[in-house]
T-cell receptor, first 116, second 114 residues
Framework: AQTVTQSQPEMSVQEAETVTLSCTYDTSESDYYLFWYKQPPSRQMILVIRQEAYKQQNATENRFSVNFQKAAKSFSLKISDSQLGDAAMYFCAYRDYTGANSKLTFGKGITLSVRP | KAGVTQTPRYLIKTRGQQVTLSCSPISGHRSVSWYQQTPGQGLQFLFEYFSETQRNKGNFPGRFSGRQFSNSRSEMNVSTLELGDSALYLC?????????????FGEGSRLTVL
């Protein structure tokens, strides 16, 4: 079974600084998706960034980028120029690639606080 | 386009009762998944429905059930409630096939069991 591990329960960053959130996973599959989701205090989960395992290039979305190391099964999220609105819980998630399966396996999450 | 809508947002039940939660997916989405979120266990997959058929199920007891209607709306039911069922229940919808893969979540239904 696939597992996702986020070992840091909390992190804090100064506004405008850069922070990296760590995630490791375990799978025997070669083709899969990895995601970072953000859950603000209002609770609605929002997709931050997505990486497909067959793509070697790291995904980037504005201030958010990932460091995807397939051999090491590592998938970290870098947030640049942190803003107060980035404060939230962040979940790393895994999904097999099959057209008939939308199941996500989540890590425990990390609470990010942003200091003004 | 309207997002994923879950009702009710908050509810309080007592042990032994049953509860039904509703989820309306994004228009055009045929897959609906349910997750239970608790501080101790995190986010756990309950089940997924696609075109009115359950195509994946998590490791939950039979007290947890669900269904999907022809308009893709989904309900989940928990019977004989236990204190440990107190949680945030999240619904997510997606197109359900292909490599697009993105799930869109609702705001959740907060269930408290007394």
């Amino acid at each position: 079974a696939q597992t996702v591990t986020q070992s840091q329960p909390e992190m804090s960053v100064q506004e405008a600084e850069t922070v990296t959130l760590s995630c490791t996973y375990d799978t025997s599959e070669s083709d899969y998706y990895l995601f970072w989701y953000k859950q603000p205090p209002s609770r609605q989960m929002i997709l931050v960034i997505r990486q497909e395992a067959y793509k070697q290039q790291n995904a980037t979305e504005n201030r958010f980028s990932v460091n995807f190391q397939k051999a090491a099964k590592s998938f970290s999220l870098k947030i640049s120029d942190s803003q107060l609105g980035d404060a939230a819980m962040y979940f790393c998630a895994y999904r097999d690639y099959t057209g008939a399966n939308s199941k996500l396996t989540f890590g425990k999450g990390i609470t990010l606080s942003v200091r003004p | 386009k309207a997002g994923v809508t879950q009702t009710p947002r908050y509810l309080i039940k007592t042990r032994g009762q049953q509860v039904t939660l509703s989820c309306s997916p994004i228009s055009g989405h045929r897959s609906v998944s349910w997750y239970q979120q608790t501080p101790g266990q995190g986010l756990q997959f309950l089940f997924e429905y696609f075109s009115e058929t359950q195509r994946n199920k998590g490791n939950f007891p039979g007290r947890f059930s669900g269904r999907q209607f022809s308009n893709s709306r989904s309900e989940m039911n928990v019977s004989t409630l236990e204190l440990g069922d107190s949680a945030l229940y999240l619904c997510a919808s997606s197109q359900g096939r292909g490599r697009t893969g993105e799930l869109f979540f609702g705001e959740g239904s907060r269930l408290t069991v007394l």
